[in-house]
């Protein structure tokens, strides 16, 4: 029988986004290796191997891991450029999809969201405010920039006589 040699002990500087937790894992018993730990690995450009050596599994696992996401570092970043294409594209794959027979199968509730999305996207593609501000917070501000020019500039205040001139 052949003897599976064990992964090299884990690197003197471990990297953030390894927990410390595992410095203190009782022997035998490991923490599940999800691919959120995986991926800002990958990411920093780790190798499999490393990042199977960091979190105690195989290189193997590591590859089944992503694998069995599904995901894709070359995807991601092809969207991360394109970002704003792909979602005008599914934007409209979405829009096309809204049939006067889909609006009439939806409850009036999800009509009534959707209006009000669509109308408040309409108005900032048109340039037009899409909130609200309250007339309070406006008004604070006008007066604490009314005290900074009093405080600037005393002469264009000339105190004025009893008289009012």
Same mark, same amino acid.
């Given at each position: 029988?052949?003897?599976?040699?064990?992964?090299?002990?884990?690197?003197?500087?471990?990297?953030?986004?390894?927990?410390?937790?595992?410095?203190?894992?009782? /022997?035998?018993?490991?923490?599940? +290796? !999800?691919? %959120?730990?995986?991926?800002?690995?990958?990411? =920093?450009?780790?190798?499999? &191997?490393?990042?199977?050596?960091?979190?105690?599994?195989?290189?193997?696992?590591?590859?089944?891991?992503?694998?069995?996401?599904?995901?894709?570092?070359?995807?991601?970043?092809?969207?991360?450029?394109?970002?704003?294409?792909?979602?005008?594209?599914?934007? /409209?794959?979405?829009?096309?999809? +809204? !049939?006067? %027979?889909?609006?009439?199968?939806?409850?009036? =509730?999800?009509?009534?969201? &959707?209006?009000?999305?669509?109308?408040?996207?309409?108005?900032?593609?048109?340039?037009?405010?899409?909130?609200?501000?309250?007339?309070?917070?406006?008004?604070?501000?006008?007066?604490?920039?009314?005290?900074?020019?009093?405080?600037?500039?005393?002469?264009?205040?000339?105190?004025?006589?009893?008289?009012?001139?």
């Amino acid at each position: 029988m052949k003897k599976i040699k064990p992964p090299d002990p884990v690197p003197a500087v471990v990297p953030e986004v390894v927990p410390d937790a595992l410095a203190i894992i009782p /022997k035998g018993k490991k923490p599940p +290796v !999800t691919l %959120e730990k995986i991926i800002p690995l990958r990411e =920093r450009g780790f190798s499999f &191997g490393e990042i199977g050596k960091l979190l105690g599994v195989t290189k193997q696992r590591i590859h089944q891991i992503i694998r069995a996401s599904g995901f894709d570092p070359g995807a991601v970043a092809e969207f991360k450029t394109n970002k704003s294409s792909l979602i005008h594209h599914k934007q /409209k794959l979405l829009l096309d999809g +809204v !049939t006067p %027979e889909a609006v009439e199968a939806m409850c009036p =509730r999800d009509r009534i969201v &959707g209006f009000g999305i669509l109308y408040d996207k309409a108005r900032l593609e048109d340039g037009f405010s899409t909130s609200n501000v309250a007339g309070r917070f406006v008004s604070i501000d006008l007066t604490k920039i009314a005290a900074r020019l009093d405080e600037k500039d005393d002469s264009l205040t000339e105190p004025k006589g009893e008289d009012g001139e």
